[in-house]
Each structure stands twice: as C-alpha cells, then as structure tokens.
C-alpha cells in the first residue's frame, strides 16, 4: 500500500507500507525519523507520542494507511517548526537538556512532545496540570521532578518571549 502523508511541514509518500504496519513503524523504519521511541506497543507509555493533526497521539496505536492525507509532526519536526534552518532545538527540548530531565533518552521524545502541547495549550500551567498532562508518559529515570523543572522553565521562557 501507498501512504500519502506530510511530515515535519514536507509531503512524502511512502510505499509497500503493509496492512497492520503502525505510523511508529513506518516514521521510523520507513521514513529514517527515529525520534519517536518504541517502547511498549500498547499507548501505555506515551514513548511514542507524535502530533497527528496537531494533535498528541501514541504512533503505535495507529495504523500507518491511516495517516493518509493527515499531517504528521514528530520530535524531530518541533525544532524544525519553531526556528527553520538555523538548527536551534525547540524551547522545550533546550529546556529538558538544561534542566536535566534528559537521563536515558527514551521517554523524552514522547515527553518532549506531549509538554510542548501543554504550553501551547495552557501558557502558565500549574504543576497539577502538568502532572495531568504528563500522566500518559512513563519514565523510569529521572524521578519526574526534573522533567517538571523543564516544563515550568519552558513556560516561563515561552512567557518572556512573548512579553
């Protein structure tokens, strides 16, 4: 099967994308972005998480054919989106670094996108809304109060930039 899909702003088509193949598998095997991390293959652990319409969705629960016509934005695709060509990370992701929410590695693509989402959503988000919108993300490194110290720096960096 053909997949008609646009990722990270560009359209790409990708071919002999077999039936029960998952969008996971086909960013990363298929299409060389191996930002979004598979982890648990079941949406329990948010490792995956990419923006499919602009919104967060778990890769792994959705079938590659239906990402036809949609818009993919992935891990990869926020620093991209938010500073063109001048290969500066997103606000987020320079905040996980310097916070040290970064152990391991693997949660933080899932984390990183699900945290930009909040802030765009919720500009100042209290730590109980933070809390909530991280509850899908499973990490078993950092303790969570890092990957906390990160959202509320991105926020705030976000705020003054704005101001």
């Given at each position: 099967?053909r997949?008609n899909?646009?990722?990270?702003?560009?359209?790409?088509?990708?071919d002999?994308?077999?039936?029960?193949?998952?969008?996971?598998?086909?960013?990363?095997?298929?299409m060389?972005?191996?930002?979004?991390?598979?982890?648990?293959?079941?949406?329990?652990?948010?490792?995956?998480?990419?923006?499919?319409?602009?919104?967060?969705?778990?890769?792994?629960?959705?079938?590659?054919?239906?990402?036809?016509?949609?818009?993919?934005?992935?891990?990869?695709?926020l620093?991209?989106?938010?500073?063109?060509?001048?290969?500066?990370?997103?606000?987020?992701?320079?905040?996980?670094?310097?916070?040290?929410?970064?152990q391991?590695?693997?949660c933080?693509?899932?984390?990183?996108?699900?945290?930009?989402?909040?802030?765009?959503r919720v500009?100042d988000?209290?730590d109980?809304?933070?809390r909530?919108?991280?509850?899908?993300?499973l990490?078993r490194?950092?303790?969570y109060?890092?990957?906390?110290?990160?959202?509320?720096?991105?926020?705030?960096?976000?705020a003054?930039?704005?101001?």
């Open positions: 099967m997949v899909v646009t990722v990270n702003g560009a359209p790409q088509t990708v002999d994308v077999w039936e029960g193949e998952s969008l996971l598998y086909m960013l990363r095997e298929r060389g972005l191996p930002g979004s991390k598979n982890a648990c293959e079941q949406g329990e652990c948010g490792s995956c998480t990419v923006y499919l319409d602009g919104v967060p969705a778990c890769s792994c629960l959705v079938a590659a054919g239906q990402a036809e016509g949609r818009e993919v934005r992935t891990v990869e695709g620093a991209e989106g938010s500073t063109g060509a001048d290969g500066r990370l997103d606000p987020v992701q320079e905040a996980f670094v310097e916070a040290g929410a970064v391991c590695g693997f933080t693509p899932g984390l990183v996108v699900q945290s930009h989402d909040l802030i765009s500009p988000p209290s109980a809304e933070i909530e919108a991280l509850a899908g993300n990490c490194c950092t303790g109060e890092k990957i906390l110290d990160a959202v509320r720096l991105a926020a705030r960096r976000r003054e930039a704005s101001a």
